[in-house]
RNA sequence: ACCGGGCGACAUAGC
């Protein structure tokens, strides 16, 4: 049976649900019902292929067929409710673990929190929240974050704020995600020196920033039309550890758009050319579009032919 | 039951 088990589990990453589920039915005609561990992994396969529906039929099949579902199972569920939308279900399966005796962990607890917090459902984010510890589950630094997450998601970037100090009172560190969010949602609300504090104070704590840390700051930058402070980016980068990704020119380029440095977001173009990286297809027709639209044909043609040349298709 | 290990949760541009 275990070795049916890994079968079905494999085709589910396969995405084959006729073959998990030919295999399921095999071991139901063996004779008895299908262990929890069967069950378990034929989930697994639905969860994976995103068949969440059929997911949920299956574990109330089992239900009705008395066989008891375990933490494994219940992982999954919580999984597929929570893609589902449904997140008052994930929340009972939660108190249905406990009261089938099964441990509910800090992960199965964070994913919950994660999954309402990016929806703004605060209330019922912090009476779980509340309800772990009762439970003697220790929050971690990734439940911390999501918390947070979600209080940057109402507005409440203050309160997400003194969420970092919390965290440092606690036995919990603050990590780069931690500050890397902060930096995020205290740019987007262009409260931008601010977020240039929490930047510094990752740095003195020992955090290093990484190039999702910066690019949040990038576009933050941008944003508010701070080009040149973007730029400046650009070259502090390199001398932490940090190269610019995609994204971080991607940021930039954008941001020079929208302060009509159309020939700057070409120069930054041909660095990073330079430098082996490559922008999108959608971010190279949005500089050429621009190059035309504000009258530099001859750096447009340029710009059309280096991009045939890359030999990649375009339209 | 106990121990050890693995898996499952968090951040950035554009779309």
Redesign the pocket.
């Known amino acids: 049976v275990t070795i049916l088990n890994n079968l079905i589990k494999l085709y589910g990453i396969d995405s084959k649900i006729k073959e998990a589920l030919e295999v399921f039915d095999f071991i139901k005609i063996e004779g008895h019902m299908p262990p929890v561990s069967s069950y378990n992994a034929i989930l697994s396969a639905l969860v994976n292929m995103k068949r969440n529906s059929m997911a949920e039929n299956m574990f109330t099949e089992m239900r009705g067929n008395g066989v008891r579902p375990n933490?494994?199972t219940y992982?999954l569920m919580i999984?597929c409710m929570c893609r589902k939308g449904n997140l008052d279900g994930a929340i009972s399966l939660l108190n249905d673990m406990i009261q089938n005796g099964c441990t509910v962990?800090?992960?199965?607890y964070?994913?919950v929190i994660?999954?309402l917090c990016?929806r703004g459902r605060m209330e019922q984010a912090s009476e779980i929240f509340d309800q772990m510890q009762k439970n003697g589950c220790e929050p971690?630094?990734?439940?911390y974050?999501?918390m947070i997450?979600g209080l940057c998601f109402v507005g409440r970037v203050e309160e997400a704020l003194e969420w970092l100090n919390i965290i440092k009172s606690k036995d919990c560190k603050p990590?780069?995600?931690?500050y890397?969010?902060l930096v995020?949602n205290f740019c987007?609300v262009g409260r931008l020196d601010e977020a240039k504090e929490i930047f510094n104070e990752a740095l003195t704590s020992g955090i290093k920033p990484?190039?999702?840390?910066?690019?949040?700051l990038?576009?933050g930058y941008c944003?508010e039309g701070k080009l040149d402070e973007a730029l400046l980016l650009l070259e502090e980068m390199p001398q932490n550890d940090c190269m610019p990704?995609?994204?971080?020119y991607?940021?930039i380029i954008?941001g020079l758009f929208k302060g009509n440095k159309i020939l700057e977001a070409l120069k930054l173009h041909d660095q990073m050319a330079d430098k082996g990286h490559e922008l999108?297809m959608?971010?190279l027709t949005?500089l050429f579009r621009r190059l035309c639209r504000d009258g530099y044909t001859t750096d447009a043609i340029r710009l059309f032919r280096k991009i045939e040349k890359s030999g990649h298709r375009h339209d």
């Open positions: 933490k494994e992982t999984q962990d800090v992960v199965n964070t994913f994660s999954r990016r971690n630094i990734v439940t974050n999501s997450i990590n780069i995600y931690t890397t969010l995020d987007k990484n190039v999702v840390t910066y690019n949040a990038a576009n944003k990704d995609m994204i971080t991607t940021t954008y999108s959608k971010t949005d």
